[in-house]
């Protein structure tokens, strides 16, 4: 199940946040950059400092304890205005309408 959703993850290229067991930490915002067999390689920045890195690390599915993904993300700064609504929503897609 897990290859499955790391899969569809690597298709739609969506950041992903993998806890590794065996390191006990976080990959933050990775792409699944490919899956072959058991080994996943997952692409990602890192910051130290003034320097920013980008990495490429290959795991194994058994050291993968959790992954997880946003849905959705909404500014804090953004005036209530500004953020959509369920009348910013075509017609056809309104819940509730035949």
């Known amino acids: 199940m897990l290859h499955r959703k790391l899969d569809r993850f690597r298709l739609e290229q969506r950041p ?7 390191q006990q930490r976080w990959i933050e915002r990775a792409v699944v950059a490919e899956i ?14 003034d320097e920013r890195h980008s990495w490429e690390e290959s795991v194994r599915l058994a050291s993968i304890g959790a992954v997880s993904t946003r849905l959705a993300s909404v500014s804090r700064s953004a005036a209530a205005d500004d953020l959509p609504t369920t009348g910013d929503c075509p017609e056809a897609e309104r819940l509730g309408r035949p």
Do not use: H, N, S
């Open 16 to 22: 992903v946040w993998v806890y590794l067991l065996d």
């Open 36 to 49: 072959e067999g058991d080994l996943v390689t997952l692409r990602y920045d890192d910051e130290d400092g």
